[in-house]
């Protein structure tokens, strides 16, 4: 709520000339739904909506969208919002054809009329839109209700190429539309040509005698003429087609260009008669299909408003509501920080929450304070979230309604001797007559324009009634017994608005469980009326309100401190979320830094290892050849003595690899305790998986061994890679058969080099046709295949383009090219390293 509460209908109580109450417009199309659609401004709404809709039957659906009752048809519709809001935020985007009503023209031809070649040309682009929609939606399985709404789109492909060919963009009827009106086309212009050159000899040789009036050929009645002075007219024979208004000039056809014009004619002529039987005959084309058309129009309005709801449903910052059945035991009405669709700027939202426990609420405070507001925006989101439509706020929760009421404002009308206080009371008649367990009353300014009283008394009855009978209830007053009387009430709860303690500014904000104070004599005062009349006002309060009116001041403002420390908590509660995010985050990388680090490590020791081991190997060899050689006392002693320097250093060897065994068994270089996932626990040969920092999966060519360390295929190498760098487990491929597959996977295979295998992707979606590329180039590669064909298609060029791009980074591929003979520029060749 803001300051712009104003503008929408009685918003506080003025004067009783100038305001009229008006109850709920039913509605009888609706299977017996009442709604206050008009008091509750869903008109509005509605033209809010037809501003983002692109056709003309879209926008009449928008215009015409109404609440419904049954359940089905809300999810329905709702879902239909949402996945149309999800295509849009991820960069989708629909065609819905020319912004013209295609009805007439359709009607026209299904009755055998003759359509124009605009119109034609118009139904041809509402083909491609069809056909683009179509296609686009059938790659999208995220969204299944929009996905069957393409699906359901009639397939006019025949009839769109034989537009295509046969009108141009501006209407006309192309030369190959026909044979014949080609060959009728060649011979009109052929004779133009020749017609236009009679002429321009005449002109020329005309000019030269001084007969002409100007240098000009022009045409009269279909001819061609040269303008003549009308005193040089016996000078040159011909026809004369037309005389100037003033006389002075004479329009005629020179008798040398005659015969030929006559020919020019009669082509003209024939050419037209081909041209409307070309027109007839594409307009009969379009009248066999147009129940298909009919078909494809009214599927393109319902995506047209689906995208339309979801766009607004953007604007306006809005939730999907969630609709259920009533239930005794769970009927409930929620909404958290909603807001009035139609209010702009810095709305203040409201939060109310009624259940089977509480379905009376009553809102009191000051006059534009924001209760009228609030009871507007309850029933008007109730309204939308039975239409299908998203609504503004962070939470909704409905119950499904049989009627939505409302009595808000003053029907007082002269004519019909009703007053303020009757119209009021015959319009609450007419609610309770109507209003069911499963419906929203929502009531303005009970117990008004009569004795406060007996107001108040009839009001505390009609809320006991509703209540009675089960409804869910909001109603507004400014009498203090109402608020009592709910106060006491079981079942009922007060909620209130307020103003600025210092301003006096409304602040629309709206507090549940506590009742509001009027603000009547502050208010006068802050107006400057006189001190002395303030007073004594505050003399006639008893001095039991003024101890009222004192009490809920001070419940008010440790309210207010209240909600402010709550508003804190939360900022503080939400930063501290973030930065345990950004800790975790962190944490994270340090985690996956120390494992990386530490493996590099062990394989650095490992290396070390090795060459010690090698050194000590050698010693001992030489050890053996020296021992080989004693074969004699003489070189016993040098031998003894070779030997034991021998010894001491395969002792120290022997000792330096202790050394290092002893270190590796301690608990530092003890493998990192890495938790496996149930899927890591199941791996085994042939799955798949995603490796941390490589966007395509690799087969497992063995599952982990001791060390936590797992073997897998990369492109045509292998590697062991410890588990805890698998990321996830890759979808199951399907069959070979099922995806035109050209081998089976097989862990020891010939290599060969043979016929270029090939592989048909046309149909998959870019991410699944790239996954079975990499698997193909990989197993022709192990085969000793020198290249690979890959069926794309040509199509929109998407699928080409993406493996284009693709295989020019593969590491395995030199060279990717158009293939040749059939199929051209819809294959591609990738040949091998």
Not at 384 to 408: K, S, T
Not at 448 to 453: I, K, N, R
Not at 471 to 490: D, I, K, L, N
Request: a negative charge.
């Amino acid at each position: 709520m803001n300051d712009t509460e104003a503008e929408m209908p009685e918003m506080n109580n003025p004067p009783e000339t100038t305001i009229r109450r008006e109850t709920r417009t039913l509605n009888t199309d609706l299977g017996g739904f009442d709604f206050a659609g008009r008091l509750l401004e869903f008109d509005k709404v509605r033209e809010q909506l037809v501003n983002h809709t692109h056709t003309v039957v879209g926008a009449e659906r928008a215009r015409s969208l109404s609440p419904t009752l049954d359940l089905l048809d809300i999810a329905t519709r709702q879902q239909e919002t949402s996945e149309a809001k999800q295509y849009l935020d991820d960069g989708g985007g629909l065609e819905f054809g020319p912004d013209q009503d295609f009805r007439e023209i359709l009607q026209r031809a299904l009755l055998g009329g003759l359509l124009r070649g605009d119109e034609l040309f118009a139904i041809r682009e509402l083909l491609r839109a069809a056909r683009f929609d179509r296609t686009e939606l059938s790659r999208h399985e995220e969204i299944p209700l929009l996905a069957s709404i393409g699906e359901s789109i009639p397939e006019l492909g025949d009839l769109e190429r034989t537009l295509s060919g046969s009108i141009s963009p501006v209407g006309e009827v192309l030369d190959n539309a026909s044979p014949v009106l080609h060959n009728l086309r060649q011979d009109a212009r052929n004779a133009q040509n020749r017609l236009n050159d009679i002429m321009e000899r005449n002109l020329r040789r005309l000019q030269r005698v001084d007969v002409l009036q100007e240098a000009l050929i022009t045409q009269r009645n279909g001819r061609m003429v040269l303008l003549i002075k009308a005193e040089m007219r016996y000078r040159v024979p011909g026809i004369v087609h037309d005389v100037s208004d003033s006389g002075a000039t004479v329009f005629v056809e020179p008798m040398p260009a005659i015969d030929v014009g006559n020919r020019w004619r009669e082509a003209r002529l024939a050419e037209d008669r081909e041209v409307e039987r070309v027109l007839r005959q594409l307009s009969g084309m379009v009248g066999l299909s147009g129940e298909d058309l009919m078909l494809t129009l009214d599927q393109i309005a319902r995506l047209d408003l689906d995208i339309a709801k979801a766009r607004y449903s953007k604007v306006i910052k809005a939730v999907a509501p969630w609709v259920s059945e009533q239930e005794v035991s769970d009927r409930r009405l929620r909404l958290v920080r909603a807001r009035h669709p139609l209010l702009t700027g810095n709305v203040v939202p409201v939060s109310i929450d009624l259940d089977r426990d509480q379905e009376v609420l009553l809102i009191t405070g000051p006059n534009a304070g924001g209760k009228t507001v609030t009871l507007k925006t309850v029933g008007l989101l109730a309204i939308m979230a039975q239409a299908g439509l998203h609504v503004p706020a962070e939470e909704a929760h409905f119950p499904r309604f049989d009627g939505i009421y409302a009595d808000i404002g003053d029907q007082q009308s002269i004519s019909e001797s009703l007053s303020t206080f009757s119209s009021h009371i015959t319009n609450l008649k007419g609610i309770m007559s109507r209003a069911t367990v499963n419906s929203l009353v929502l009531v303005d300014e009970l117990g008004t324009s009569t004795d406060p009283e007996e107001g108040s008394a009839l009001a505390s009855a009609v809320l006991r009634y509703f209540q009675k009978i089960g409804s869910f209830v909001v109603g507004t007053t400014h009498h203090r017994g109402v608020a009592r009387f709910v106060q006491e009430q079981p079942g009922m709860v007060n909620a209130s608005v307020d103003l600025d303690p210092t301003t006096l500014e409304p602040t629309y904000h709206v507090t549940l469980g506590l009742p509001g104070r009027s603000y009547a004599l502050t208010i006068a005062a802050r107006l400057g009326v006189p001190q002395e009349v303030i007073d004594d006002a505050r003399t006639g309060i008893s001095p039991v309100e003024q101890a009222t009116e004192g009490l809920l001041q001070e419940l008010q403002q440790e309210r207010r401190v209240v909600e402010e420390l709550r508003q804190e908590a939360e900022i503080a509660r939400a930063d501290s979320a973030r930065k345990q995010r950004e800790l975790d985050v962190q944490l994270a990388d340090v985690e996956s830094a120390k494992a990386n680090l530490v493996e590099d490590s062990r394989q650095e020791l490992q290396s070390r290892i090795g060459g010690i081991l090698d050194r000590l190997a050698r010693a001992e060899r030489t050890l053996e050849a020296a021992e080989m050689r004693q074969d004699a006392e003489a070189r016993v002693r040098a031998a003894a003595r070779a030997e034991t320097e021998t010894k001491q250093q395969m002792q120290a060897h022997r000792d330096e690899i202790k050394e290092v065994q002893r270190e590796l068994d301690s608990t530092s270089w003890s493998p990192i305790d890495v938790e496996r996932t149930p899927w890591q626990e199941t791996l085994k040969e042939g799955d798949r998986v995603y490796i941390r920092g490589i966007a395509q999966p690799v087969e497992v060519i063995s599952a982990a061994d001791s060390q936590e360390r797992i073997e897998v295929l990369l492109g045509t190498m292998r590697a062991k890679i410890p588990v805890y760098q698998l990321e996830r487990k890759a979808d199951a491929d399907p069959t070979a058969a099922a995806q035109g597959v050209y081998l089976s996977r097989s862990s020891s295979r010939a290599p060969r080099r043979g016929p270029s295998p090939e592989l048909d992707l046309r149909g998959m979606r870019v991410d699944e046709a790239l996954s079975r590329v990499d698997n193909a180039l990989n197993d022709a590669s192990l085969d000793g295949a020198s290249s690979v064909r890959l069926i794309h298609g040509k199509g929109t060029w998407a699928l080409r383009t993406a493996i284009r791009e693709y295989l020019s980074g593969h590491p395995l591929v030199i060279s990717a090219q158009d293939g040749e003979g059939a199929g051209g520029d819809g294959i591609t060749v990738a040949e091998l390293e």
